[in-house]
């Protein structure tokens, strides 16, 4: 079965400390992106990705990075984590031909 | 740039009742529309979508959703609610086949048994 699948599930990381979350899909989709959740925003776009080598700026990039290395795998990095970074990250694949989206169960980051 | 209003943080109803969620969105071209539900400690399910032919659709779990170009709408639908219904909706606009999600805020929905 299809699947979008993050780890860690759950994270806790120190202040100025490197934090990646990992998410693999095996959809064979183009699109990836990371969102962060939070109460009162809904889901917010960090990065995506349309292809294997590229990634783009969502709507709140600051303090993140992302690498797509390849079709499956998009990663998000936080170089020097801060506490306004605690969250619930998710990561979605896109399917750019039956626009088909799936996400993975997140991954809860609190940031001390 | 395209955009998303959720105007019900929370609504509560009761078991049995009818139901409607409210979503109007801003596009100036063809919008993608879809509705996803979260429950707690969950990811994102899809419950409808939307992005040509006839404006009604049928989702899952018993929810319809009407797409109203004249009034940037897509609000879901649902005739007899059930506690489990009670769940985070969140409305979601994209501007192409798989293309970025811009999503509400969410209309946290609490159905009294």
């Known amino acids: 079965e299809a699947a979008v699948t993050q780890s860690p599930r759950n994270k806790v990381a120190v202040t100025g400390g490197k934090v990646t979350l990992s998410c693999n899909q095996t959809?064979?989709?183009?699109?990836m992106y990371w969102y962060r959740q939070d109460t009162g925003h809904g889901l917010r776009l960090i990065h995506y990705?349309?292809?294997?080598?590229?990634?783009e700026k969502g709507d709140i990039p600051d303090g993140y990075k992302a690498s797509r290395p390849s079709q499956e795998n998009f990663s998000l990095i936080l170089e020097l984590a801060t506490p306004s970074q605690t969250s619930v990250y998710f990561c979605?694949?896109?399917?750019?031909?039956?626009?088909?989206?799936?996400f993975g169960s997140g991954t809860r980051l609190l940031v001390i | 740039a395209q955009s998303v209003t959720q105007p019900d943080a929370r609504v509560t109803v009761s078991q049995g009742a009818s139901l409607q969620l409210r979503c109007k969105y801003s596009?100036?071209?063809?919008?993608?529309l879809f509705w996803y539900v979260q429950y707690p400690r969950q990811g994102l399910q899809l419950l409808l979508k939307?992005?040509?032919?006839?404006?009604v659709v049928q989702g899952v779990n018993g929810f319809e959703a009407e797409f109203s170009k004249s009034n940037s709408s897509f609000h879901p639908r649902k005739a007899s609610v059930h506690w489990s219904d009670s769940a985070v909706y969140f409305c979601?606009?994209?501007?192409?086949?798989?293309?970025?999600?811009?999503f509400g805020t969410g209309t946290s929905l609490l159905v009294d048994p």
């Open positions: 979601a606009v994209s501007e192409g086949m798989g293309y970025k999600l811009t």
């Open positions: 939307y992005y040509s032919g006839d404006p």
């Open positions: 979605a694949s896109g399917d750019d031909i039956n626009s088909d989206y799936t």
């Open positions: 959809n064979n989709h183009n699109n």
């Open positions: 596009y100036s071209g063809t919008p993608y």
């Open positions: 990705s349309y292809g294997a080598g590229s990634t």
